[in-house]
């Protein structure tokens, strides 16, 4: 499934993210509306398009309704470089921890990925084409030195199995009266047809392989671990990586080629301009727990410093330029979804000039009974099917009839009531202890049905249910 996001009306968008949320329409049709905008921004002229600001959006809602839920959809559309971030992540520059403008810069390393992909799918044809070639020559190296038999001739022949032998034995033995060079490029052909086959898979070849000079090294300091990052970049691309060879089966060097000629044959420089645009223009980073930075009223330290990360958020949200490992990117028309179930804060806690900044405010409602039956049912990843899927694996049949799943939905929300109302993870916990012991005892069950009636949901859970005390600790 590749659906390009640009491409999407946004009655599409919706129809999409109802696949998997149930309800919660306001949300996802300010979300479908926020990212139709951006193609549209698109097709203004310039003086126009560079006026246009995208309109930020807040998602309020308690917690487990579908808030990040939401963005791990919108992730899934493809088209868009997305970054998904956590707010209490983040501290504020000068502190030890990650700066905010991190956020942009992970953000261009996915849209770098993205397009990287894209570019190399493009190639990859070519990158096959050469591949093969490479191994041949690796397979018969006589062959194509138009000599005799090397040292590392008689190597190969060693390797193989037995019986395959050494290519340079074959060249000798036609070579006999005929066009030697006819005869070798047979013996190509008839190679190509076995390695196309996969019958020399697991033939032993010796590749080169180029060895970053560099080990791995971290700097976990703050911000200078990004700027560490680019500098070694530079370093190790001047110096130049290690060649190192190896010994390895042809399906395995396979695939080390194809990724090296993949990488020669999309120029880097271009993957990056490209990504940087990308991001530019079509970016979105959804800022998870942006609830948790927002402070009451001063109680010390840890608040100054979250207020610090949302005065660090303010420029990068308004439009700023931010240095990555790709080059100069400017924040003014990524789109920022910020969300937060604001438990025990409020939006207005936020300092207002970043209240300023998401415009759009959508409420998502908590979820009641009758969502939760269509939340067990309905959903592409639906618990219910979920786990009738894994039981089958032990080869049980689970079979809910309606009514159980009825029987599930009210005592999933009369807990929620009772208890803490933590919306839809519920269900998980619910789901979890109803299907304990056939989880347990499902090996010793293989090839019957269980039938879950009503009465099979309340006989394992109503005891549960009724004591407060109870429910509390195991649900
Ligand atoms: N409206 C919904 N439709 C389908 N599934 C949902 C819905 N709401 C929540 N869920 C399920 O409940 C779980 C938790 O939801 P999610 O992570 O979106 O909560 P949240 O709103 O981000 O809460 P929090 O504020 O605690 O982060 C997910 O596994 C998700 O599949
Ligand atoms: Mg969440």
Known sequence: MKLELQNLTPKEIVAELDKFIIGQDKAKKA????????????????????EVAPKNIIMMGPTGVGKTEIARRLSKLTGAPFLKVEATKYTEVGYVGRDVES???????????????????????????RTEEALLDLLLPGVKQHGGETESDSRESGHGGGEEPGSPILVSEGASGTNVE???????????????????????VEIQVTKSNFPAIEIFSGSSFEEMDLNLGNLSNLLGGKKKRKRTSVKQARETL?????????????????????????????????????????????????????RDILPIVE????????????????????????????????IPELQGRFPLRVEL??????????????????????????????????????DAIGELSEIAASVNTKTENIGARRLHTIM?????????????????????????????LEKIVEDQDLSRFIL
Do not use: C, W
């Open 103 to 129: 956020m942009v810069r992970d953000l261009v390393s996915a849209s770098v990925s993205m397009v990287k992909a894209e570019l190399q799918e493009e190639v990859k044809e070519e990158a096959e084409r």
């Open 432 to 460: 979890e202890l109803l299907l304990e012991e056939v989880s347990f005892n499902a090996p010793d069950l293989k090839g019957q049905k269980i039938p879950i009636t009503p009465e099979y949901v309340k006989e394992r």
């Open 319 to 350: 439009g700023a330029t931010v240095n990555t490992k790709h080059g100069m990117v400017d924040t003014s028309h990524i789109l920022f979804i910020a969300a937060g179930a604001f438990h025990s804060s409020k939006p207005s806690d936020l």
């Open 258 to 310: 194809m990724q090296e000629e993949m990488e020669k044959l999309v120029d880097s420089d271009r993957v990056s301009e490209i990504a940087r645009h990308r991001a530019e223009e079509m970016g979105i980073i959804f800022i998870d727990e942006i609830d948790k930075i927002a402070a009451k009223e001063n109680r010390g330290g840890v608040d100054v410093s979250r207020e610090g990360v949302q």
């Open 182 to 204: 006819e005869t070798r490029s047979q013996t190509r052909e008839k190679f190509r047809k076995r390695l196309r086959e996969g019958k020399l898979d697991d033939k032993e």
């Open 31 to 50: 979300v479908a509306i926020a990212l139709r905008n951006r193609m549209r921004r698109r097709q203004l002229p310039e003086e126009l398009r560079d």
């Open 365 to 402: 409602e908590a979820l009641h009974a009758a969502d939760f039956f269509r939340i067990l049912t309905q959903p592409q990843n639906a618990l219910i099917r979920q786990y009738v899927e894994l039981l089958k694996v032990e080869g049980v049949d689970l079979e809910f009839t309606d």
